[in-house]
């Protein structure tokens, strides 16, 4: 095995950034006098592994290494990862083990066409994402909470991107930025596990990288998502602050799309705003095909 196989590489770089998170209190060991690192020394997260600190720094080092599972049962306890956590441990490693295909078949993300209808008939906010965050169909309510994607050039409708973009986002502002962005990167790294050499996954994260500190300090973190849900404001000029639950829900495929939806709960004032919202959008659509209209040639 190369010490430059992708899975070897992100291994490493997922063990080195959950070490840096864990103090020596965390695990009841004593901080001791000054110290280099603001986390564990190799040396102590070895120890609490069980394992030899020149072992545990070539998996770091991404060099050839084949751990055992007992062995990453040990570290995902000595490192306290959560479920997900460890689950991402494992399949890096797995990965690791094997020798990279010459040849790696990705074919193009297509949304169902039964997936398209159904988005058209829903009345809340929902779009479909692939699996490096594009952004693939969307429906008339998302359009009036996240504003207009069309026209804009299709390499750039990514959820990672346009977070990272103000111009797409207008006058909208989001309070809880940060933990959305660390949302959608969790599902970033978490799709980077599955295919670490995926071009499109490269070029979005080195874009990003060479473009945005913040990005970087975020990205840097290694921390995965693997099904997501949550609650977000939204700060819509037209009717003020929404806050609205959301939730992913997997496609068929694997790894395949997933629909996002955004939904208020009923009779609150952000179901209210929502459905105000969904109105003022409306009838600008109605005004904007009316003034269409008018203005194209008559037929013969």
Known sequence: ?????????????????RRGRLRPQDVGLEPGGRR??????????????????????????????RPSDDILDALAGALCLDGEERRHLFTLAHAARRPMPARVERGPERVPESTRRLLQVM????????????????????????????????????????????????????????????DYIGM??????????????????????????????????????????????????????????WDTYPLPGNPGPVMLVFTAEPGTADADRLQLLATLHATRDRQARWVAERQSPAQP
């Open 188 to 245: 970033m790294r978490a799709a980077v596990a599955t295919d670490p050499t995926h071009p499109r996954a490269t070029a979005i994260v080195g874009e990003l990288s060479i473009r945005s500190a913040e990005f970087r300090r975020l990205w840097g973190r290694h921390d995965v998502r693997e099904s997501v849900r949550g609650t977000k404001t939204f700060r819509v000029p037209e009717v003020g602050d929404i806050v609205l639950d």
């Open 36 to 65: 280099k690192v603001a986390g564990l020394r190799r040396d102590e997260l070895a120890l609490l592994a069980g394992l030899s600190t020149d072992y545990y720094q070539r998996m770091e080092q991404g060099r050839e290494v």
């Open 123 to 182: 009345d809340t906010p929902a779009v479909v994402l692939g699996r490096h965050l594009d952004l693939l169909d969307w429906n008339s309510m998302a359009v009036a909470l996240l504003g207009e994607p069309e026209g804009y050039p299709a390499e750039r409708l990514n959820m990672l991107l346009l977070m990272f973009d103000d111009t797409f986002t207008g006058e909208r502002t989001c309070p809880d930025w940060e933990r959305q962005a660390l």
């Open 1 to 17: 095995m190369s010490s430059l196989h992708p899975y070897a590489r992100e291994l490493g770089d997922f063990l080195r950034a």
